[in-house]
């Protein structure tokens, strides 16, 4: 395998378009020929000196020192895909990715606001197009392999990136030239708010709420504070938005207290005018009940009484979808639950080695963000068994490790871990534009805390004696039933309902419930 390259590095990512597709109609015969699609990808990388960085289901990520080196890789590997017989009905159509920047290692992984950009680049082609960046373009204009050519797509918004990237179409004489629009932002109508920060992990999550979004019409993606509910939600509507004819629309309710502001709130967010003597959830009803279309109604735990609104929303536009991000459960009619975890993170007292440790979705965030504070930063031999035991102390939890990482600018991982085993003091500071709840992991955890009614918080106080969790037989010992007026099963069904207490899974067959530690 070749070296990976660092400093300046044109990274490549590749994504057979329709896969699921392709399986679904070759069944068995599908292994054969995603075998076969790795192997001309390989043959080409190997050919212009490329790296490969790794495979993730029917995708390719590598690594070249030269920008020419990974065009003419892209192009080999494109005339290859497109000169192969594949069989009926299986033919294979990839679409690929380039764009230059800092090749910044973490283990044996690239981290970095460019990678992310690269994989956006790619995710914006269709199948068979290979699409640069303008970084790229300025590298290879005047080194193009023979018979290719670049093609000005224009500026376009990608997921995550916050200024709009100017992209270009490498034209291969032989192969299709017509492509649709870039699959980016701009296509469908949309008011998703720009990213300052990259998208770090949770493939696995996005797939499955992609499957819940495609058989429910109402979905409530619920968790703690801090584990990532808004930027999953808002990651989902970009990489669906697509699919939908009049778009996808984002409805932020944090600055309410009234839940007669709803309806309102969701109108101004699609663009929709009051009419004079018409209430609004009518105006609503009938602007929307054509429309194809996903709401995504973020931060709707404290005005859970405004839920009949959502209802009569799906009721009268067939075709609306609404995910709504909330730290209770809703019950509200048709309404399926998604309870979003935190990062899985690493086993501190099995630490393999470097690679393995990088491929933690919980390190790699606590390493991005450390990297926008800090550009030197990197896991090394050194601080590994710090970063891994600081991911596995904050329970994987998005907004505390984002937090702990903003402390390398004046800690090492090995003065900040006993620090954190001391107290959260150490956890605030979150950015000034984010509501003051989200600044600190106490407030998280706080603004949780006070949406439960007071026998709810009576039970929450006398459950933090267990440390490691408890069993429900634990809880009805502690509970007291007379004294709180609440019977345990009850309370700590509500607990788990507003995403206080988790379950976890068992051992033995018997459930057992925790905190977050």
């Known amino acids: 395998m070749a070296e990976l390259p660092t400093g300046t590095v044109t990274f490549l990512f590749t994504d057979i378009e329709g896969s699921t597709k392709l399986l679904r109609d070759l069944g068995e015969g599908y292994a054969s020929v995603w075998k076969q699609h790795q192997l001309i990808i390989r043959e080409a990388l190997a050919a212009a000196g490329g790296a490969e960085v790794g495979t993730e289901g029917d995708s390719f990520f590598a690594a070249f020192s030269s920008a020419p080196g990974a065009v003419r890789a892209a192009v080999a590997a494109q005339r290859g895909l497109a000169a192969h017989a594949w069989p009926a009905g299986g033919v294979v159509r990839v679409r690929m990715g380039l764009h230059t920047g800092d090749g910044v290692l973490s283990g044996s992984d690239y981290v970095g606001m460019d990678v992310h950009r690269a994989a956006r680049i790619a995710s914006a082609a269709h199948g068979g197009q290979l699409i640069v960046s303008e970084a790229t373009r300025a590298l290879i204009e005047h080194s193009l392999p023979a018979g290719a050519q670049l093609r000005d797509l224009g500026k376009h918004r990608l997921k995550d990136i916050l200024q709009p990237e100017h992209l270009y179409d490498l034209v291969i004489d032989g192969l299709p030239a017509e ?21 770090v992990g ?13 058989q429910a019409r109402l979905l409530t993606l619920t968790g703690a504070g801090g584990t990532g509910k808004t930027r999953l939600a808002l990651q989902v509507a970009a990489e669906t938005v697509r699919d939908y004819t009049d778009g996808a629309f984002f409805v932020d309710l944090s600055p309410l207290t009234d839940p007669g502001l709803v309806p309102a709130a969701i109108a101004r967010a699609l663009g929709v005018a009051e009419v004079a003597g018409v209430p609004i959830i ?50 509200l009619r048709g309404e399926h639950e998604y309870v979003v975890p935190p990062l899985k993170p690493p086993d501190p007292t099995s630490i393999a080695d470097l690679e393995t440790l990088s491929r933690s979705e919980a390190v790699r965030l606590f390493t991005e963000r450390a990297l926008a504070v800090q550009p030197r930063f990197r896991v090394t031999r050194e601080n590994a068994q710090a970063v891994a035991e600081i991911t596995a102390r904050l329970d994987g939890l998005p907004l505390a490790i984002e937090l702990a990482a903003t402390r390398v600018k004046v800690l090492t991982p090995q003065q900040m871990l006993p620090r954190l085993q001391r107290s959260l003091s150490l956890l605030v500071s979150g950015g000034r534009t984010l509501p003051e709840r989200q600044r600190t992991l106490r407030g998280a955890i ?45 309370g700590l069904s509500a607990l788990v ?11 033995d067959g018997f459930p057992r419930f925790a905190m977050l530690e």
């Open 179 to 199: 492509f649709p629009a870039p699959r980016t932002l701009d296509t469908r109508p949309n008011n998703l708010p720009l990213q300052l920060t990259s998208f």
């Open 202 to 214: 949770r493939e696995d999550q996005i797939g499955e709420i992609h499957r819940l979004l495609a």
């Open 282 to 331: 009518e105006t609503l009803k009938t602007h929307l009940q054509h429309k194809e279309l996903l709401l995504v109604i973020d931060n709707f735990e404290q005005l859970a009484a405004a839920g009949g609104v959502v209802e009569e929303l799906v009721s009268a536009a067939p075709k609306l979808k609404v995910l709504i991000t909330s730290r209770v459960v809703l019950s």
């Open 446 to 490: 706080a603004w949780s805390y006070d949406l439960l009614e007071e026998p709810e918080q009576s039970l929450f106080r006398r459950l933090s004696v267990f440390s490691g969790g408890w069993t429900l037989e634990a809880a009805e010992a502690v509970a007291e039933p007379e004294r709180l007026e609440l019977e345990a099963v009850e």
């Open 497 to 507: 309902d507003k995403s206080l207490v988790r379950p976890i899974d068992p051992a």
